[in-house]
Protein backbone atom coordinates (compact mmCIF):
# COMPACT_ATOMS: atom_id res chain seq x y z
CA UNK A 1 0.00 0.00 0.00
CA UNK A 2 1.43 3.33 -0.54
CA UNK A 3 0.56 6.51 1.56
CA UNK A 4 0.28 9.96 0.34
CA UNK A 5 -0.25 12.84 2.69
CA UNK A 6 -2.87 15.84 2.37
CA UNK A 7 -2.36 18.78 4.06
CA UNK A 8 -5.59 20.11 5.30
CA UNK A 9 -4.60 22.91 7.76
CA UNK A 10 -2.83 26.15 7.73
CA UNK A 11 -3.21 27.34 11.27
CA UNK A 12 0.09 26.84 13.46
CA UNK A 13 1.97 28.43 16.41
CA UNK A 14 3.77 31.70 14.75
CA UNK A 15 1.07 32.58 12.24
CA UNK A 16 0.94 33.81 8.86
CA UNK A 17 4.44 34.17 8.98
CA UNK A 18 5.35 30.90 10.11
CA UNK A 19 2.88 28.91 7.20
CA UNK A 20 5.46 29.45 4.30
CA UNK A 21 8.62 27.35 6.20
CA UNK A 22 6.10 25.06 7.46
CA UNK A 23 4.35 23.57 4.31
CA UNK A 24 8.35 23.69 3.13
CA UNK A 25 9.45 21.35 6.04
CA UNK A 26 6.74 19.58 5.59
CA UNK A 27 6.95 18.52 2.08
CA UNK A 28 10.82 17.38 2.91
CA UNK A 29 10.40 15.74 5.56
CA UNK A 30 7.19 13.79 3.99
CA UNK A 31 9.84 13.07 1.00
CA UNK A 32 12.46 12.05 2.70
CA UNK A 33 10.31 9.56 4.67
CA UNK A 34 9.30 8.31 1.74
CA UNK A 35 5.37 8.96 1.18
CA UNK A 36 4.14 8.69 -2.11
CA UNK A 37 2.23 11.95 -2.85
CA UNK A 38 2.18 15.44 -1.10
CA UNK A 39 -1.34 17.31 -1.99
CA UNK A 40 -3.46 20.07 -0.73
CA UNK A 41 -7.62 20.66 -1.03
CA UNK A 42 -8.47 23.14 -3.71
CA UNK A 43 -10.56 26.11 -1.50
CA UNK A 44 -10.60 29.74 -1.08
CA UNK A 45 -12.19 29.20 2.71
CA UNK A 46 -11.42 26.82 5.21
CA UNK A 47 -13.92 24.09 5.22
CA UNK A 48 -15.97 23.63 8.44
CA UNK A 49 -14.60 20.98 9.93
CA UNK A 50 -10.85 22.22 10.03
CA UNK A 51 -11.86 25.90 11.52
CA UNK A 52 -14.54 27.64 9.20
CA UNK A 53 -14.26 29.93 6.62
CA UNK A 54 -12.00 32.52 9.15
CA UNK A 55 -9.59 30.01 9.37
CA UNK A 56 -6.66 30.47 7.20
CA UNK A 57 -6.76 28.58 3.69
CA UNK A 58 -3.71 28.68 1.16
CA UNK A 59 -4.43 28.43 -2.34
CA UNK A 60 -4.15 25.32 -4.10
CA UNK A 61 -1.39 25.20 -7.28
CA UNK A 62 0.68 28.17 -5.49
CA UNK A 63 1.18 26.30 -2.14
CA UNK A 64 2.04 22.63 -4.43
CA UNK A 65 4.81 24.75 -6.28
CA UNK A 66 6.11 25.09 -3.02
CA UNK A 67 5.94 21.46 -1.77
CA UNK A 68 7.45 20.44 -5.37
CA UNK A 69 10.29 23.11 -4.65
CA UNK A 70 10.64 21.18 -1.32
CA UNK A 71 10.67 17.44 -2.42
CA UNK A 72 12.32 15.36 -4.69
CA UNK A 73 10.08 12.13 -4.65
CA UNK A 74 7.09 12.86 -3.70
CA UNK A 75 3.83 13.20 -6.68
CA UNK A 76 2.10 16.08 -6.50
CA UNK A 77 -1.16 16.90 -6.86
CA UNK A 78 -4.91 18.80 -5.95
CA UNK A 79 -6.93 16.59 -3.93
CA UNK A 80 -9.32 17.64 -5.49
CA UNK A 81 -9.47 20.64 -7.63
CA UNK A 82 -12.87 21.58 -8.20
CA UNK A 83 -14.33 21.73 -11.85
CA UNK A 84 -15.57 25.34 -11.57
CA UNK A 85 -12.60 27.30 -10.60
CA UNK A 86 -10.32 27.61 -13.59
CA UNK A 87 -11.08 27.23 -17.12
CA UNK A 88 -9.76 23.52 -18.86
CA UNK A 89 -7.12 25.30 -20.89
CA UNK A 90 -5.91 26.84 -17.79
CA UNK A 91 -5.90 23.84 -15.79
CA UNK A 92 -4.07 22.18 -18.35
CA UNK A 93 -1.53 24.75 -18.42
CA UNK A 94 -1.20 24.53 -14.61
CA UNK A 95 -0.87 20.77 -14.04
CA UNK A 96 1.48 20.90 -17.37
CA UNK A 97 3.63 23.52 -15.69
CA UNK A 98 3.81 21.59 -12.08
CA UNK A 99 5.17 18.47 -14.06
CA UNK A 100 7.44 20.44 -15.86
CA UNK A 101 8.78 22.48 -12.82
CA UNK A 102 8.60 19.07 -10.37
CA UNK A 103 10.84 16.74 -13.20
CA UNK A 104 7.45 14.71 -14.00
CA UNK A 105 6.30 14.56 -10.77
CA UNK A 106 2.15 16.33 -11.35
CA UNK A 107 -1.07 14.99 -10.95
CA UNK A 108 -4.29 16.02 -11.24
CA UNK A 109 -7.36 15.36 -8.94
CA UNK A 110 -10.77 16.42 -10.16
CA UNK A 111 -14.02 16.56 -8.77
CA UNK A 112 -17.94 18.94 -8.81
CA UNK A 113 -16.81 20.34 -5.91
CA UNK A 114 -19.12 21.05 -3.01
CA UNK A 115 -19.01 24.32 -1.28
CA UNK A 116 -21.70 26.64 -3.09
CA UNK A 117 -21.42 29.43 0.06
CA UNK A 118 -17.53 29.94 -0.71
CA UNK A 119 -17.95 30.02 -4.69
CA UNK A 120 -20.83 32.53 -4.67
CA UNK A 121 -19.51 34.67 -1.69
CA UNK A 122 -16.11 35.03 -4.24
CA UNK A 123 -18.19 35.78 -6.99
CA UNK A 124 -17.21 32.58 -8.90
CA UNK A 125 -20.49 30.59 -10.71
CA UNK A 126 -21.43 27.71 -8.83
CA UNK A 127 -23.73 25.62 -11.54
CA UNK A 128 -26.16 23.00 -10.40
CA UNK A 129 -24.37 19.55 -9.69
CA UNK A 130 -25.55 18.30 -13.38
CA UNK A 131 -24.08 20.93 -15.13
CA UNK A 132 -20.71 20.58 -12.50
CA UNK A 133 -20.92 17.28 -13.92
CA UNK A 134 -21.09 18.29 -17.60
CA UNK A 135 -18.29 20.44 -17.06
CA UNK A 136 -16.04 17.69 -15.79
CA UNK A 137 -16.69 15.69 -18.49
CA UNK A 138 -15.96 18.34 -21.10
CA UNK A 139 -12.75 19.46 -18.56
CA UNK A 140 -11.92 16.13 -19.05
CA UNK A 141 -11.80 15.39 -22.58
CA UNK A 142 -10.16 18.86 -23.36
CA UNK A 143 -7.24 17.83 -20.78
CA UNK A 144 -7.12 14.37 -22.90
CA UNK A 145 -6.24 16.68 -26.19
CA UNK A 146 -4.36 19.29 -24.98
CA UNK A 147 -1.77 16.01 -23.59
CA UNK A 148 -2.00 14.49 -26.87
CA UNK A 149 1.33 14.50 -28.79
CA UNK A 150 3.96 16.43 -28.87
CA UNK A 151 1.97 19.84 -28.58
CA UNK A 152 -1.92 19.02 -28.02
CA UNK A 153 -4.54 17.21 -30.78
CA UNK A 154 -4.59 20.88 -32.10
CA UNK A 155 -8.30 20.46 -32.91
CA UNK A 156 -11.40 22.81 -32.55
CA UNK A 157 -13.19 22.06 -29.37
CA UNK A 158 -16.85 22.43 -28.77
CA UNK A 159 -19.05 21.56 -26.21
CA UNK A 160 -21.72 23.32 -24.14
CA UNK A 161 -19.90 25.26 -21.55
CA UNK A 162 -16.61 25.30 -23.10
CA UNK A 163 -15.19 26.35 -27.14
CA UNK A 164 -11.94 26.21 -28.01
CA UNK A 165 -10.43 27.43 -31.62
CA UNK A 166 -7.74 25.53 -30.86
CA UNK A 167 -6.27 23.09 -28.21
CA UNK A 168 -2.28 23.85 -28.40
CA UNK A 169 -0.16 23.25 -25.11
CA UNK A 170 3.50 23.79 -25.90
CA UNK A 171 5.88 22.80 -23.62
CA UNK A 172 3.81 18.96 -23.35
CA UNK A 173 4.13 17.65 -19.63
CA UNK A 174 7.62 15.67 -18.62
CA UNK A 175 4.63 12.46 -17.60
CA UNK A 176 3.45 10.80 -20.24
CA UNK A 177 1.16 10.22 -22.10
CA UNK A 178 0.10 12.57 -19.27
CA UNK A 179 0.29 13.66 -15.23
CA UNK A 180 -2.17 11.24 -13.80
CA UNK A 181 -6.05 12.23 -13.92
CA UNK A 182 -8.12 11.26 -10.18
CA UNK A 183 -11.74 11.61 -10.05
CA UNK A 184 -13.05 11.83 -6.43
CA UNK A 185 -16.60 10.95 -5.68
CA UNK A 186 -18.05 7.61 -5.25
CA UNK A 187 -21.76 8.09 -7.60
CA UNK A 188 -22.13 6.25 -10.73
CA UNK A 189 -21.61 9.44 -12.89
CA UNK A 190 -18.18 9.79 -11.27
CA UNK A 191 -17.65 6.39 -11.45
CA UNK A 192 -18.26 6.24 -15.32
CA UNK A 193 -15.95 9.10 -15.90
CA UNK A 194 -12.98 7.29 -14.07
CA UNK A 195 -13.68 3.93 -16.41
CA UNK A 196 -13.53 6.77 -19.23
CA UNK A 197 -10.57 9.06 -18.79
CA UNK A 198 -9.33 8.36 -15.27
CA UNK A 199 -6.15 6.40 -14.04
CA UNK A 200 -7.71 6.78 -10.39
CA UNK A 201 -10.84 7.13 -8.09
CA UNK A 202 -10.64 8.31 -5.05
CA UNK A 203 -13.14 7.64 -2.21
CA UNK A 204 -13.84 8.02 1.33
CA UNK A 205 -13.75 4.99 3.56
CA UNK A 206 -17.40 4.96 4.09
CA UNK A 207 -19.44 1.59 4.90
CA UNK A 208 -20.73 1.53 1.44
CA UNK A 209 -17.10 1.68 -0.63
CA UNK A 210 -16.52 -2.22 -0.92
CA UNK A 211 -20.01 -1.70 -2.87
CA UNK A 212 -18.67 1.10 -4.90
CA UNK A 213 -15.85 -0.20 -6.21
CA UNK A 214 -17.42 -3.17 -6.83
CA UNK A 215 -19.80 -0.77 -9.44
CA UNK A 216 -16.62 0.15 -10.49
CA UNK A 217 -15.56 -3.26 -11.50
CA UNK A 218 -18.89 -3.39 -13.55
CA UNK A 219 -18.78 -0.12 -15.20
CA UNK A 220 -15.49 -1.18 -16.54
CA UNK A 221 -16.81 -4.30 -17.93
CA UNK A 222 -19.08 -2.48 -19.32
CA UNK A 223 -17.36 -0.20 -21.39
CA UNK A 224 -14.53 -2.32 -21.80
CA UNK A 225 -11.91 -0.89 -19.17
CA UNK A 226 -10.00 -2.71 -17.37
CA UNK A 227 -10.32 -2.64 -13.67
CA UNK A 228 -6.70 -3.47 -12.52
CA UNK A 229 -5.54 -0.87 -14.42
CA UNK A 230 -7.09 2.32 -12.16
CA UNK A 231 -5.60 2.98 -8.69
CA UNK A 232 -7.95 3.00 -5.81
CA UNK A 233 -7.49 5.62 -3.59
CA UNK A 234 -9.20 7.16 -0.26
CA UNK A 235 -8.87 9.95 2.02
CA UNK A 236 -9.22 9.58 5.72
CA UNK A 237 -7.75 11.94 8.48
CA UNK A 238 -4.71 10.78 10.04
CA UNK A 239 -3.72 11.97 13.59
CA UNK A 240 -1.50 9.70 15.57
CA UNK A 241 -0.30 12.15 18.11
CA UNK A 242 -3.01 11.68 21.13
CA UNK A 243 -1.69 9.27 23.37
CA UNK A 244 1.70 9.31 23.10
CA UNK A 245 2.74 5.63 23.36
CA UNK A 246 2.51 4.38 20.01
CA UNK A 247 -0.92 2.89 20.17
CA UNK A 248 -2.19 5.36 17.98
CA UNK A 249 0.01 4.34 15.30
CA UNK A 250 -0.94 0.81 15.87
CA UNK A 251 -4.49 1.73 15.13
CA UNK A 252 -3.40 3.45 12.23
CA UNK A 253 -1.71 0.32 11.17
CA UNK A 254 -4.94 -1.78 11.37
CA UNK A 255 -6.95 0.71 9.26
CA UNK A 256 -4.32 0.92 6.43
CA UNK A 257 -4.43 -3.19 6.13
CA UNK A 258 -8.08 -2.97 6.48
CA UNK A 259 -8.63 -0.41 3.75
CA UNK A 260 -5.99 -2.89 1.78
CA UNK A 261 -7.73 -6.00 2.11
CA UNK A 262 -11.05 -3.87 1.03
CA UNK A 263 -8.79 -3.42 -2.65
CA UNK A 264 -7.31 0.22 -1.55
CA UNK A 265 -4.03 0.75 -2.86
CA UNK A 266 -3.26 4.30 -1.72
CA UNK A 267 -4.60 6.11 1.14
CA UNK A 268 -3.95 9.87 1.38
CA UNK A 269 -3.74 10.93 4.95
CA UNK A 270 -5.18 14.38 5.32
CA UNK A 271 -3.12 16.76 8.50
CA UNK A 272 -4.94 19.10 9.96
CA UNK A 273 -3.61 19.31 13.45
CA UNK A 274 -1.83 22.06 14.98
CA UNK A 275 1.53 19.99 14.78
CA UNK A 276 1.78 18.52 11.00
CA UNK A 277 5.64 17.84 11.40
CA UNK A 278 5.39 15.56 14.45
CA UNK A 279 2.56 13.76 11.97
CA UNK A 280 4.91 13.27 9.07
CA UNK A 281 8.00 12.26 11.73
CA UNK A 282 6.09 9.97 13.80
CA UNK A 283 3.51 8.14 10.52
CA UNK A 284 7.07 8.16 8.53
CA UNK A 285 8.67 6.11 11.55
CA UNK A 286 6.47 3.85 12.80
CA UNK A 287 4.03 3.09 10.35
CA UNK A 288 5.72 3.68 6.60
CA UNK A 289 8.41 1.01 7.18
CA UNK A 290 5.86 -1.25 8.33
CA UNK A 291 3.97 -1.05 5.81
CA UNK A 292 7.05 -1.56 3.22
CA UNK A 293 7.80 -4.72 5.27
CA UNK A 294 4.60 -6.55 4.41
Known amino acids: MRVGLELGAFEWPGGTAAIGDTVARFAQLADEAGFSSLSTGDHLWQGFNA ?15 VMAAH ?16 HPSLLAKTVTTLDVLSG ?24 PVAERFEMLEETLA ?23 ERVLGVPQSITRPHPPIMLGGAGDKTLRLVA ?24 CAEVGRDYDEIEKTCCLPFDVTGGGDGDDTRQLLDTLRQLSGQGIETVIGIVATADPLRQVELIGSKVLPELAGE
Request: proline share 6%; hydrophobic share 30%; aromatic share 10%.
Open 51 to 65: GGERAPYLECFTTLA
Open 71 to 86: SRHCRISPVVAGVHFR
Open 104 to 127: GRASVGLGVGWNAEEAVGSGIAFP
Open 142 to 164: ILHGYWHGEEGDGQAYEGRHYRL
Open 196 to 219: RYGDACNLYPTPDMPDRLERLREI
